[in-house]
């Protein structure tokens, strides 16, 4: 009578535990969405969709993305923090995530809401001058900006990582180059071929055919070292300004809340795929430094970019428009 006891007493305890135990041995069952928060095309776009082809390869399911363009990524945002924590919905938001909880009232909380599965890759800019600008160096920009010569700088949008840039090294060289806002890249590199601003902080696949032409002036890159497609172009903090490094990265998140054992599955299978040599190579074209890395460090490395980027948005009053 004991023994029976025992086993049904057992039986109920693996009645009441199994379901999520079933779902996550099993999983996953059935398709995966990543949710993108802006159009089709572009960096963010273009990495979810590299990664995906390779995921779905690897976990035996369909993986789709799924474009959620709107306010400025928030609404792809919102509804990924509203799905259901159970590995089928995942999201790879813009670079301007880490930047967004300082300049807009977020229905969610970038940090809480949110489970951090691995960095897709990193995008570091580089810092470009029209040529009739007389500098050939960052020493000399910023001797340029000390002088009080009147300097403009592009950036391609409100609150992106180009405008941030731009603020970050107005406040590190005491200098205030006047920002200009575009609505995208591509109109501030034309503004910027035409001599209509000086400066600014691009992408280096946007510009790298201009710089080879002599139609831009590559000045310093923003990483942390120098970018295998422009060997010759040091980083800005070796080039005059100690401590600047502005990189824009894509990362890979779930709902809150979503199983850890499903987690750890999806990074183990994506940092095997970014160390793939074919997906390395397409992502070099589009100047993304493929990533790799935990889900702990990602969540270490998202509130330092939040608590960072604060606080130029902060210093600078920068308001969403």
Known sequence: MFQRRHALAALGAGLLTSPASWSQAGWPARPIRIVVPVAAGGGTDFTARV?????????????????RPGASGNLGLQHVAAAPADGYTLVMPITSFPINPSLYKLPFDTVKDFAPVVLGGTLPLVLVVHPGVPAKSVQD????????????????????????????????????????SYKGGGPAVNDL??????????????????????????????????????????????????????????????????????????NAELVKILAMPDVRQKLAVHGVQPGGGTPDALRDFLASDIDRWGKVVREAGIRAE
């Open 141 to 180: 920009l910023i001797a340029l900006g000390l002088a009080k010569t009147p300097l403009s700088y592009a950036n391609s949008g409100n609150g992106t990582t180009a405008h941030l840039a731009g603020e970050l090294f107005n406040r590190m060289a005491g200098i205030q180059m006047t920002g200009v």
């Open 51 to 67: 990664l995906a082809d390779k995921l779905a390869a690897a976990l035996g399911q369909p993986v789709v993305v799924e474009n």
């Open 193 to 266: 071929l035409g001599g209509h601003v000086q400066v600014y902080f691009s992408t280096i696949p946007s510009v790298s055919q201009h710089i080879e032409s002599g139609k831009l002036r590559a000045l310093g890159v923003t990483g942390s070292t120098r970018n295998p497609d422009l060997p010759g172009v040091p980083t800005v903090a070796e080039a005059g300004l100690p401590g600047f490094e502005v990189t824009a990265w894509f990362g890979l998140f779930a709902p809150a809340r979503t199983p850890r054992a499903v987690i750890d599955r999806l």
